[in-house]
């Protein structure tokens, strides 16, 4: 990419690409390159046949070329692997599906990409050799002897500032990598940046335009490293503008990340509930610029229930499990190259208690709580707790067989004093897990109190019947009631029941009935009006 003009060199290598193939080979100084030695090197080609970038084979479905070579869509791109005179019918013609740009490519000074790497994914795998990516954390100094190769360009003319035709046969040249300072002084800092490019020329030797996104390399043939990629420069072969270059070095994290699986997901934890297990886990990247997983796959190995969640989740509950058997959880982070190896733990879902009710006064002096065991695949054992103000003095323990039902435990606390505080609790074992609910603390219970007074109803005559209505009470239920016939205010013994038939003997005096109400709360009594019996 010819620094300013961006534009302009685009159209030009459209253009050119028709005449490929008559040129006299010359990267610009450049040989005619080898199959033995560039067997990696990749001509990425519109559908038509025009090929405007080189790449480099770094896996074999992936190409590394430069991220301003994102020219056409995926699906208008097609690369060429393994030939080295792109007119004979050799090497393979490959689909592309993706291309990846490097997430920080930008052009802060126009013509001048910083970052500017792309990964391109073939549809199917290339048979072509790879070339491995120079490895080490420093640019490569002053003064190494490196090579390059394309079909780019062959001839610059400065003074009509114009590209001579691309070549059909892969040329090569080597070059030397210029110390900094030259690479600033000849483009500004603003353009040229120290840390992820380098400048490369011999005199009349150079890249050109169309060589963009090919190679750089030390070595040669199996010793072969990758090094850089073939990104901008002003002219080509110009004593004062040497080839500038995108590293590989700072990149191989990204470059790796993308082309490789996804690291591992680590420390996973789980917590369990009734029929559900809570997973955690954490997903670390191995290095600075590798690209986050695409998401994460969790797996229960005995059931097969696999989840698929987003690369954000850090957290998943799985949910319909069976209570008291141990389940093995796999969780491996994926991207669009696969998953990795995953990690794994086991975890039991333990069964739940949960309590129906509140504790109830079911009589006098006795307060019943009800519980609810969760359904469980192996046995559980249970146990009461109960006590008074937390100091719980445990039941032994029962059994509670594996059911696929929920199974009800009842407590029944009989010869509580009311003025006693209760606490009563179940506690479940597990295997070692022993799981407790919370303590039910019993409400104090309120005494009877009339909302509506006892009333007699009936006709009060010889012969007659009267009735002993309760009226309605309040406080805390159950309550027993009974009643009490009274004539002239004195007991007729066994006088109970609700109706009274009144006798001859019964005439010129008064009856009246007495209500007693007894509740947890206490007692309370309470008459009806007397009625004068007539005649
Ligand atoms: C290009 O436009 C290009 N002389 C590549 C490299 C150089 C110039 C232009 C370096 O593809």
Redesign the pocket.
């Known amino acids: 990419?010819?620094i300013a003009h961006v534009l302009m060199?685009c159209l030009c290598?459209v253009a050119a690409a028709g005449t490929a193939g008559a040129a006299t080979p010359r990267i610009?100084g450049g040989q005619a390159a080898l199959a033995a030695d560039w067997g990696f090197v990749a001509a990425l080609e519109t559908k038509q046949g025009s090929q405007f970038?080189g790449g480099s084979l770094v896996a074999p479905q992936w190409v590394l070329t430069?991220g301003h070579c994102r020219m056409y869509s995926a699906g208008a791109v097609r690369v060429v692997t393994g030939a080295t005179d792109l007119t004979v019918n050799g090497g393979q013609v490959l689909m592309v599906d993706r291309q990846v740009r490097h997430p920080l490519y930008r052009q802060p000074v126009q013509g001048a990409p910083r970052d500017d790497l792309m990964l391109v994914h073939l549809t199917i795998p290339s048979v072509a050799t790879v070339i491995p990516i120079a490895t080490g954390v420093k640019p490569p100094p002053a003064g190494t002897l490196l090579r390059v190769a394309g079909w780019?360009a062959t001839s610059?003319t400065s003074g009509t500032d114009s590209y001579g035709a691309g070549t059909s046969v892969l040329q090569q040249t080597p070059v030397r990598v210029s110390p900094a300072a030259t690479c600033t002084a000849a483009y500004g800092t603003d353009a040229f940046e120290t840390e992820d490019m380098v400048c490369a020329a011999l005199p009349d030797k150079?890249?050109?335009?169309?060589?963009?996104g090919g190679p750089l390399v030390s070595g040669k043939g199996a010793s072969g490293l990758l090094v850089g990629v073939?990104?901008?420069?002003?002219?080509?072969?110009?004593k004062a503008?040497?080839?500038?270059y995108s590293l590989t070095v700072h990149n191989r994290c990204w470059i790796e990340g993308t082309i490789g699986l996804p690291p591992p997901p680590s420390a996973i934890a789980t917590a369990e509930s009734d029929g559900a297990l809570t997973i955690n886990w954490q997903s670390t990247k191995p290095c600075v610029g590798a690209p986050d997983p695409t998401g994460f796959r969790v797996r229960v190995l005995e059931t097969g229930q696999t989840v698929e969640l987003g690369g954000a989740a850090r957290r998943v509950q799985l949910t319909g499990l069976t209570n008291g058997a141990p389940l093995t959880i796999s969780v491996a982070s994926t991207n669009l190259n696969g998953e990795s190896t995953p990690i794994s733990t086991t975890a039991t879902p333990t069964p739940s208690i949960v309590t129906t009710q509140e504790a109830i006064w079911s009589g006098y002096q006795q307060v019943t709580n009800t519980f609810v065991l969760a359904p469980h695949a192996t046995d559980v054992q249970w146990r009461v707790e109960t006590g008074t103000r937390l100091r719980f003095s445990p039941k032994p323990w029962q059994l509670a067989p594996a059911s696929s039902a929920p199974s009800t435990i009842t407590v029944v606390t009989d010869g509580l004093a009311v003025d006693h505080d209760l606490d009563v609790r179940i506690a479940t074992a597990t295997g070692d897990v022993i799981t407790v609910t919370e303590r039910i603390q019993l409400a104090q219970p309120t005494a009877p109190t009339a909302v509506g007074a006892p009333q007699l109803r009936g006709v009060a005559d010889v012969g007659g019947s009267l009735r002993c209505q309760l009226g309605r009470w309040s406080g805390t239920r159950p309550f027993v009631v009974s009643r009490q016939w009274l004539r002239d205010g004195r007991r007729i013994v066994g006088a109970t029941n609700p109706s009274i038939e009144i006798q001859q003997t019964d005439a010129g005096s008064t009856l009246a009935c007495r209500v007693s109400i007894s509740g947890p709360g206490g007692r309370v009594q309470q008459t009806t009006d007397r009625v004068v019996v007539g005649a």
């Open positions: 990419m010819r060199l290598l610009v970038c430069a780019g610059y150079d890249a050109c335009a169309g060589d963009s073939v990104s901008w420069g002003t002219g080509c072969g110009l503008y040497p080839g500038v």
